[in-house]
């Protein structure tokens, strides 16, 4: 796998378990980066899980924003966080596929947009179903981070439907405790958009 | 194993003909292929003017073809515009937006590039060899290992009317010099080096040393792949030449018979430069691009880097021509292991994948492990060129490489079964494109191991006796009886002297078999082929009575790796490894003999 990924001048690496670590100029954002925090300048937590944010954002002195700490966030908020763009978007489980007690409920986390002044778009979808709200984001979108594993988030194939509704230029996947799903949400996404597997 | 063509027919040519089961609802029968063949080579002029129509012209032309060959223009009158044919009719497509060209460097470190991105970049080059004075008809020069900056050089040359030629970071100085002096190019690209197995290879140095060699007076462009050295007085990094105001610049509308790209390529006296026509070339090349499978949708790797035909045509111009994503890569195959070809198909869900038979057999010696562990499932087809596929090492390939994880009908992975089509394609410098081969998106009959396809529609492709007469199940050598839209508009006399009987000699011993297939058998002169590149021995013979004052004799013989190798002898006072080094720096590491014997005779 590729180290990390020079899209518009903007450094795309894989970070924690479902994360990603954006570089533009000198300056990292970390959406979601677990426990690997020491690199990050600023930190943008989807939710409080510990896989993607854990306990150590409420003693950090890193700038966080998240829906639970620090910067408290919402879906629609529009930021400027150090001269990039962060748009907030919504995430969460459709509850009819959870018997009503969805692990990500509406408003515990969120998506983010982030555009860095080389104008690339890169939208972390956060833990989500497939859910209305994450179709059509009213940008295009050049990088798409997207979990592909199922269970608590979207399956390989809703996150291939997303794929074909957002057509980014690429995707790269995240979130599958199994390997084996990756492969197969490359398999099945690839004739739509090119995968990347970072 | 001798240079003999009956033994390499022996252990090329087998009764299997295998359907993948990818391709098993796509397989024509061997009937259902002759009878599309035969309708294309009735009348060629008629077929190849159906598919330039495939491109955009901006002036049709008056006569299809006209003379006879070795000289025949192509699409009189036509007029195209190369680049719009090539990116610019992308522009509002859904193509735009996608991936252009990901590159991945050895350390592994990867850059993407849309097909936006990619046209504002050849803009910028585009316009700074502008200013530097190039203009339609002059030559640009590219020295380097496949790089973004090297591709969107070549078509900022192409965008202005200036034909490029590229040259093989395998060849040394003075070869580098002699088609400097030759082309008598404007500009030369290079990059500052690049790194092969850790190491950096000094690129630059190489350059300095030809340009000095050759008395260039013109601007050297440096990419800064390695960092940038101290730059001398004619020198330039890349990022300083592009920067700046750039107008936008206009496309050069060429006619059919405008030079577009040239090509040294080895013939047994020297190399020779061979200059391909805008029209005829872009025609051949996209349609080839799609017969042999590409899409847009499709991701697309060349291990073959572009100073080689193959790197020309199917990395530089027919892939993007279609609108796939193109993959490059700068390093080694085995760096940090083997499995890294692998890896990149693995990592950027590559869908097809273009390798040589030599590259094939390196892999094949290795743990199959190296490659049966990772997920190749997202390829359709692996495409091989440069020399013969003996059928051991297409065995290999399609059940390790070519059968992944993924079930399809008749397809078991668990037994290595196959899934996907291997198939061997014939291509020369001269031809421009492949003209033999199975094609996954034409006619596709089933696959016969060891043997190079059948003709690509649009060839004649014979194989004659000595005394001219075609014979079918008998070695001979192989010939096109037709003139071709990619003929090459500026040649050699060895060229011409190819064509004296009325036909194309290639030079290549070949043999037909009773269903169709073409199978390669080496060549007629010595001229050598080694690991797939094609090495004249009288530049070896002609530098080193140059340059060290000895005569030497060349020989080929059969190498179970390489196809081909060299042995040379001399005589004169020095030693064997001082020859070894001379040619090493002078030629190239590729003509490097395997073996050099001081003669006392």
Redesign the interface.
């Known amino acids: 796998?590729?180290?990390?990924?020079?899209?518009?001048n903007t450094w795309l690496s894989r970070i924690g378990f479902a994360g990603v670590r954006v570089e533009y100029g000198d300056l990292v954002i970390c959406i979601d980066p677990g426990s690997e925090v020491f690199n990050c300048q600023v930190v943008l937590c989807t939710h409080n899980h510990s896989r993607h944010c854990g306990s150590w954002i409420h003693s950090t002195n890193k700038p966080i924003y998240s829906p639970s700490t620090g910067y408290i966030v919402k879906p629609g908020v529009d930021l400027d966080v150090n001269g990039v763009r962060v748009l907030v978007r919504d995430a969460y489980n459709d509850p009819d596929l959870y018997n009503g007690k969805p692990p990500h409920p509406r408003g515990f986390g969120v998506g983010y947009i982030l555009i860095p002044p080389s104008g690339l778009t890169i939208y972390h979808t956060g833990d989500t179903s497939l859910v209305s709200e994450i179709l059509n984001p009213g940008l295009?979108i050049?990088v798409l981070v997207a979990p592909v594993g199922g269970g608590s988030v979207m399956t390989t194939e809703d996150a291939v439907e997303l794929v074909k509704s957002i057509?980014p230029?690429?995707i790269i996947p995240i979130h599958a405790e199994d390997i084996d799903l990756y492969?197969r949400f490359?398999?099945m996404a690839?004739?739509?958009?090119?995968?990347?597997?970072l | 194993m001798s240079l003999n063509p009956l033994d390499l027919l022996r252990a090329l040519a087998t009764s299997e003909r295998i359907t993948p089961p990818s391709m098993k609802w796509k397989t024509v029968t061997p009937s259902e292929y002759k009878r599309v063949y035969e309708e294309s080579i009735k009348d060629p002029y008629s077929f190849w003017s159906r598919v330039a129509w495939g491109l955009k012209w901006a002036k049709p032309w008056s006569i299809v073809a006209e003379g006879s060959p070795p000289g025949v223009n192509w699409f009189v009158d036509g007029l195209i515009n190369p680049y719009y044919n090539i990116i610019g009719k992308h522009r509002d497509t859904?193509v735009w937006?996608?991936?252009a060209i990901?590159w991945?460097g050895e350390?592994?470190?990867?850059?993407?590039l849309?097909y936006s991105?990619l046209d504002i970049l050849v803009n910028k080059v585009s316009s700074a060899l502008v200013n530097n004075g190039v203009k339609p008809g002059d030559w640009v020069l590219i020295y380097s290992p496949p790089l973004i900056e090297a591709i969107a050089t070549a078509l900022a040359s192409v965008k202005i009317g200036a034909p490029f030629e590229t040259v093989f970071t395998g060849f040394g100085y003075y070869e580098l010099a002699r088609r400097t002096r030759e082309v008598q190019p404007r500009v030369v690209f290079t990059a500052s080096g690049f790194p092969r197995r850790g190491k950096t290879i000094d690129t630059l140095s190489t350059v300095r040393k030809a340009v000095e060699a050759s008395g260039f007076r013109g601007r050297v462009v440096v990419y800064e792949r390695m960092g940038l050295p101290a730059l001398r007085e004619n020198e330039e990094g890349f990022m300083d030449f592009i920067r700046g105001e750039h107008s936008v610049v206009s496309d050069f509308n060429a006619h059919s018979n405008h030079p577009l790209f040239g090509l040294h390529v080895g013939y047994s006296s020297d190399y020779r430069l061979v200059v391909h026509g805008t029209g005829g070339f872009l025609v051949q090349v996209y349609a080839t691009s799609h017969w042999i499978g590409l899409r847009p949708?499709d991701?697309y790797y060349c291990t073959v880097w572009p100073g080689w035909i193959t790197g020309v045509s199917y990395v530089i111009f027919g892939p993007l021509m279609i609108g796939s994503?193109i993959v490059l890569y700068d390093g080694g195959p085995d760096y940090p292991s083997w499995d890294r070809w692998w890896?990149i198909i693995?990592?950027?869900?590559v869908?097809l994948f273009l390798t040589t038979s030599s590259a094939l057999r390196l892999l094949s010696k290795r743990s199959s492990d190296l490659v049966s562990t990772r997920?190749l499932?997202?390829l359709r087809a692996i495409l091989v060129t440069a020399e013969p596929l003996d059928p051991e090492t297409w065995w290999w390939t399609y059940r390790f490489a070519g059968t992944s994880?993924?079930p399809l009908i008749e397809s078991i992975p668990d037994k290595l079964s196959g899934r996907i089509p291997v198939v061997n394609l014939y291509i020369q410098t001269e031809t421009g494109t492949f003209i033999t081969g199975n094609l996954v998106n034409y006619t596709f009959p089933p696959i016969a191991p060891g043997s190079a396809g059948t003709p690509i529609p649009g060839f004649d492709i014979k194989v004659v006796d000595s005394s001219g007469v075609e014979v079918v199940e008998a070695i001979g050598e192989l010939v096109v009886k037709n003139p071709w839209p990619s003929m090459p508009i500026k040649y050699p006399a060895e060229y011409s002297e190819k064509w004296k009987s009325g036909y194309y000699r290639t030079g290549d011993y070949g043999y037909i078999s009773s269903d169709g297939y073409v199978y390669i058998l080496g060549r007629l002169d010595n001229v050598a082929k080694i690991s797939g590149y094609r090495i004249s021995p009288g530049a070896i013979e002609n530098t080193l009575r140059e340059t060290l004052k000895i005569d030497v004799k060349i020989y080929r013989v059969r190498d179970i790796e390489r196809f081909e190798a060299l042995v040379l002898e001399y005589r004169g006072s020095i030693n064997p490894d001082e020859v070894k080094s001379a040619i090493r720096t002078m030629i190239g590491a590729i003509s490097e003999p395997r073996e050099v014997i001081k003669s006392n005779a």
């Open positions: 796998m590729p180290r990390r990924l020079l899209f518009k295009n050049d057509k230029s690429i492969y490359r398999d690839q004739p739509y958009a090119q995968v990347i597997l | 859904f937006s996608k991936p990901i991945e350390e592994g470190d990867a850059r993407v849309t991105e949708r991701t994503t890896r693995e990592d950027y869900s869908t997920r499932d997202t994880k993924t």
